[in-house]
């Protein structure tokens, strides 16, 4: 009886661990990548004005940039242009909307980005917010019927992936029962689920390997396959320990990688389209 306690205790011990791990890792690459918002602060004349500039935008409509300048005295500009071409920058001035000045991005097709930069003035001094120019990526408006699922069984496979690997380094025990899990939600959220989003947000159900480069696509396929390695291992070998590591492992670098890195995007240098509007 002691020893069943015991390894009941050790099996809600894992778990919590796996839970704890999975959210660390989850907050973490969401707030790393490059569509996170920006934020900072900038003193102007002993008024610090925190803000957040945002690097990605669902939907048709025109992205706004809002910033919290209760000071009416102080004016703002956005100065903007398409990201990879050949276009002149040009500059608005942005409107007050109560206690928040606003900057307009026009909106973008699907993967089209616009570099801006803010600069706020007050008597006749000018600050600007950022050294470099900030990126914001449009997409499509994804319907949340697709995209919950998507993140569901995304998180449900990292854990499930560190549940793995706890199992092996704590008990070393059968890991097929959680591998066959991982597999069949991994193969769920990303590899159905995810072309989904993807045509929804940038009109291609596919953009890594061997169409094109995006980062997303791509670890996802690579970790699915070393997850399906590790899967007919261990239906012929149930305690190899090898392939489930190396499986975790691969997980773990994947998410260690900031979401949406070298995600899709268009290249107006190499195409023939109007300048922003």
Same mark, same amino acid.
């Given at each position: ?6 390894d009941?205790?050790l099996?809600?011990l +894992?778990?919590a661990?796996a839970?704890c791990i999975? =959210?660390a +890792? *989850? ?6 990548? $490059?569509t996170?918002? +920006?934020g !900072?602060e900038? %003193?102007?004349?002993g008024?610090?004005i ?6 990605t935008? #669902? &939907?048709?409509r025109?992205?706004?940039?809002r910033?919290?300048v209760?000071?009416?005295? =102080?004016? &703002? ?9 050949y ?14 000045? *606003? !900057?307009?991005? $026009?909106n973008q097709?699907?993967? #089209?980005k616009v570099e ?12 600007? %917010?950022t ?5 914001i990526r449009?997409? !499509?408006?994804?319907p949340?019927?697709? @995209?919950i699922?998507?993140?569901f069984?995304?998180f449900?496979s990292?854990l499930?992936s560190?549940r ?7 008990r070393k025990?059968?890991?097929?029962y959680?591998t066959? *899990?991982v ?6 959220? &990303?590899?159905?689920? #995810? $072309? @989904?989003?993807q045509?929804?947000?940038f009109d291609?159900y596919w953009? &890594?390997?061997?169409f094109g480069?995006?980062l997303t ?10 997850w ?10 149930p305690?190899?320990i +090898?392939? $489930?590591m190396?499986?975790v492992?691969?997980?773990l670098i994947?998410y ?5 890195v ?6 107006h240098?190499?195409?023939q ?5």
């Amino acid at each position: 009886k002691m020893k069943k306690l015991s390894d009941k205790g050790l099996n809600t011990l +894992l778990w919590a661990i796996a839970i704890c791990i999975t =959210i660390a +890792l *989850v907050i973490y690459q969401r707030s790393t990548g $490059p569509t996170y918002p +920006l934020g !900072g602060e900038i %003193l102007i004349e002993g008024e610090l004005i925190n803000f957040e500039l945002i690097r990605t935008f #669902g &939907g048709d409509r025109d992205a706004l940039v809002r910033l919290n300048v209760p000071n009416n005295d =102080i004016n &703002g500009t956005i100065t903007l242009k398409r990201y990879k071409s050949y276009d002149d920058w040009s500059s608005e001035e942005m409107f007050r909307d109560g206690n928040e000045l *606003v !900057g307009v991005i $026009p909106n973008q097709p699907m993967a #089209g980005k616009v570099e801006y930069f803010i600069t706020l003035k007050k008597n006749n001094t000018e600050y600007e %917010l950022t050294v470099d120019p900030v990126v914001i990526r449009f997409k !499509g408006e994804v319907p949340r019927s697709i @995209l919950i699922p998507h993140i569901f069984f995304m998180f449900m496979s990292l854990l499930f992936s560190l549940r793995v690997g706890l199992e092996v380094f704590f008990r070393k025990k059968d890991t097929k029962y959680f591998t066959g *899990v991982v597999l069949f939600t991994l193969f769920l959220g &990303g590899l159905l689920m #995810g $072309p @989904l989003v993807q045509k929804y947000a940038f009109d291609a159900y596919w953009t &890594g390997w061997p169409f094109g480069h995006d980062l997303t696509d791509n670890k996802t396929l690579i970790v699915f396959i070393f997850w399906v390695i590790a899967w007919f291992v261990l239906r012929k070998k149930p305690k190899n320990i +090898l392939w $489930p590591m190396i499986a975790v492992i691969a997980m773990l670098i994947v998410y260690a990688i900031p979401h949406s890195v070298l995600g899709s995007e268009i290249d107006h240098t190499k195409q023939q389209t109007e300048k922003i509007k």
